[in-house]
């Protein structure tokens, strides 16, 4: 007996007819690539071409995605964390090319006195993770997280290479901000960006906003006898510096799920918005720095974010790829792999799971993608390839 195709949730929203491939591919994540809940927006020259949502915003399927829901977006959040940086150095309070030390003093432990701003930008400084034990609980105080960064010695010479900093990302750009700024960057981009914007984006989730929050679920696996076994193969071919990047501490839907993850500032993981939330940031690095009518960055300042670090084999997320990559700063290139569209200098970051946040200077095109059904795939989730490719179809 045949089984009946699956069913496709009701898609609402808007959508341009020329961007009719955009809700089509929406369409087919449900269908074809075990899509749950899920919304994505595009912007074009400052204009909504495509919002769309749809789907389940828990795994019982009881409460539909609505306009307004909320979804942790992960390492999409890195884009909105990078952005603080830029403001910064574009008002001159920042220098790029400047020690980490010349902000944070204590940084300069243990070899790290030349490491440089633009090498956290980068995931060059050499900190991808803690030599120490760190547990999801101790993620959450940040003076004790940034103290113990601070003490640390580099995994490999700092500018060299890039190694994914995963987590520590957020802790060692917000902590340059915060000394720089006098704020965290949840305070900062609130109070310089989202609110004045009505950006729906926060890092880390207000109390008050719990209600509209989207339910994080692990995708479904092959048999339980199978899985264990290929994760195990996987984690025996990583090095020491990508165990302590992807698993110290390890992180899931359950801690994402949870109040106390939610209500942390982790600014390289946490962010909470909705894919209109998303694809407006990541326009101000597709605008020149504008976003709608307001500017937030210089045009060079916004430029400067994909200012390519140098290709190589990633560190930590090498065997991901079958190809070297480029960090900018602050954003991935899209490079041969078309991550990010057919413009190589396009950029963009995904989240674990499947989100993504996307910057086309050369088309004005910025997109968010957000979900909470959290596929496997290291980056470039097919949910996100089909929507991507579908929009440089519809230009």
């Known amino acids: 007996m045949s089984q009946s195709p699956p069913v496709v949730p009701r898609v609402e929203g808007r959508c341009d007819e020329r961007f009719a491939a955009v809700r089509k591919a929406f369409e087919e994540n449900f269908r074809q690539r075990d899509e749950l809940g899920a919304a994505v927006s595009v912007r074009v020259g400052g204009e909504a071409v495509v919002d769309l949502w749809g789907g389940w915003a828990d795994a019982q399927q009881e409460r539909p995605w609505e306009r307004n829901t909320l979804v942790n977006v992960w390492s999409t959040t890195k884009g909105a964390t990078a952005l603080c940086a830029h403001i910064l150095a574009d008002r001159g309070a920042l220098d790029l090319d400047a020690p980490v030390a010349a902000y944070w003093p204590e940084f300069a432990a243990a070899g790290k006195e030349g490491v440089l701003v633009r090498h956290l930008l ?3 400084a050499g900190l991808a993770g803690l030599r120490v034990p760190h547990s999801v609980r101790e993620l959450y105080d940040w003076d004790l997280t940034c103290g113990r960064l601070a003490a640390t010695e580099p995994w ?86 990508a165990l302590a990047a992807l698993v110290n501490p390890g992180t899931g839907a359950r801690e994402g799920n949870s109040p106390e993850w939610r209500a942390a500032e982790i600014p390289a993981a946490n962010g909470h918005g909705t894919a209109r939330g998303v694809a407006a940031l990541y326009e101000v690095f597709a605008r020149q720095g504008r976003c709608g009518d307001r500017r937030l960055l210089s045009a060079d300042a916004a430029e400067r974010v994909r200012e390519g670090q140098g290709a190589c084999r990633d560190l930590v997320l090498g065997m991901g790829f079958a190809h070297e990559t480029e960090m900018g700063l602050g954003l991935w290139l899209s490079g041969a792999n078309a991550s990010y569209g057919p413009n190589p200098r396009a950029v963009g970051h995904d989240g674990f799971g499947g989100s993504c946040g996307l910057a086309d200077p050369e088309a004005e095109v910025s997109l968010g993608y957000v979900m909470n059904r959290m596929g496997p795939h290291i980056a470039d989730d097919p949910r996100k390839m089909a929507l991507v490719e579908a929009v440089y179809a519809s230009l």
């Open 122 to 124: 980068s995931h060059r």
């Open 156 to 241: 490999w010479e700092p500018g060299s290479r890039s190694g994914y900093h995963a987590l520590t990302y957020g802790f060692l750009v917000g902590e340059v901000v915060r000394r720089v700024s006098g704020m965290r960057p949840a305070e900062f981009l609130e109070r310089e960006v989202t609110e004045p914007l009505d950006i729906d984006f926060a890092i880390g989730l207000p109390e008050k906003e719990a209600g509209r929050a989207a339910e994080l679920v692990h995708a479904p696996v092959g048999s339980s006898s199978e899985q264990p076994a290929e994760q195990a193969a996987l984690f025996a071919q990583l090095e020491p510096v």
